[in-house]
Structure formats: C-alpha cells, structure tokens
C-alpha cells in the first residue's frame, strides 16, 4: 500500500547510516490473511495455504521470509521444504527493502 510505502522509504532514511540495521525484502501483500489466522488461534502459514490472483498466500511469503533470514544468518534454505507447499503463484519481482 501507499503508507506502507511510505513507511518503508521513512525507516530507510532513518536508519541509511547504520550498517548494524538490515531490512528484509520480504512484502506481506495483504493482512487479511493474518487477521483471520490470529482470529482462529492457527498460525497464517496453516490458515491461508492457497490464494485466488496474483498474490502470494501466507504459506508463500512465510517460507521466503524464513528463507530471507535463514541466508541472513549465513546459512541454506533446504528449497525442497519450501516446494512441498504447493507454490502455484508466480515469485514476486517487486523492488523491495532500501
């Protein structure tokens, strides 16, 4: 969205000269799936498994965040475990962090 946007671009100017602070690329495109979840009491990656249009599902944008902080910690995803989510959606190329 516009504010997240924003948000992002205000944090980035913030913090531009601290080498210590990182940004993920990581983009949760919509928060409805996580409100449900938290709703449910079941985590969003087990709620939203599968998602109509061109989003990524829950499940989708978990497992490139664990991956995104996996390799953060210098070490590999195993992607094998991230295809047994049935990923039909196509990865996003959006510019993203700073």
Known sequence: TYDGAAI???LCEVFSDQASVQ???????SLVAYR?????QIP???H????RGNSPAA????????????DLQGLTLNLDLA??????APAQ???RGC
């Open 36 to 40: 449900e979840a938290t709703t449910r």
């Open 23 to 29: 940004f993920l690329n990581v983009v949760i495109p």
């Open 44 to 46: 969003v990656h087990i």
């Open 93 to 95: 190329e959006a510019a």
């Open 8 to 10: 992002n671009k205000a």
């Open 83 to 88: 295809a047994g989510f049935g990923s039909d």
């Open 48 to 51: 939203e498994t599968h998602r």
């Open 59 to 70: 499940r989708e944008v978990m497992v490139e965040l664990l991956g995104e902080i996996i």
